[in-house]
């Protein structure tokens, strides 16, 4: 049976717990715009995704999105409610990241942005400190579920993929990294990530 030695976290709804409808609520509300009109105007798209790939600055982010929504926001009232999305942390992670830490090697790997990351990397400094790395999208220039991804991150454990565990909420960024032969779970509840590990033999 193979021994696993590092285990890596998705963060958002894995270890972070977040809403985006929290960003709409906010921009509504200092612009005085209907939410209902943000949320469905607001889109994932293709530059949200080379947003979260490092290729475009905060600035040219900042400018597509207000011109999509047709919202007059500076850049304190944009950035302050891009940042609402985040919560609390998901129930019993913390404990459950020191236990582990003692005994494996624990790396994060999240799709974020430069201005996101500026924030949660403050607002979760104490709990990400039970990670020896934590790979950004928008520092390593690639976004999950591409492969490279994942390869970067074997890269720097110095491991096969069959001694690593990653959990992540996403069913096609787990599909990618099981493809690369590592044990992938897909996370749906904290009580689940524990059940998961235990069949593991990890807890």
Known sequence: MVKYQAIVFDLGNVVINYSFDNTFYYWAKVSGCDVNMIKQKFEFDEIYR???KGEIKPD????NVLEKLGLHLNEVEFDNGWNQIYLDLTSG???LLRDLKSRFRLVA???T???HANHWKI???SMLSNFEKVFCSHEIKARKPEKEVFKIVLNYLQLKPNYVVYLDDRYE???SASEIGIKS???NSPHQIIRELQILGII
């Open 123 to 125: 607002k979760y400094a």
């Open 173 to 175: 960024n787990i599909k």
């Open 50 to 52: 080379r947003f979260e």
């Open 93 to 95: 992670i913390e404990q």
């Open 113 to 115: 942005n430069e201005i």
């Open 60 to 63: 040219i982010y900042r400018k």
């Open 109 to 111: 790997l999240t799709n």
């Open 185 to 187: 779970i897909l996370v």
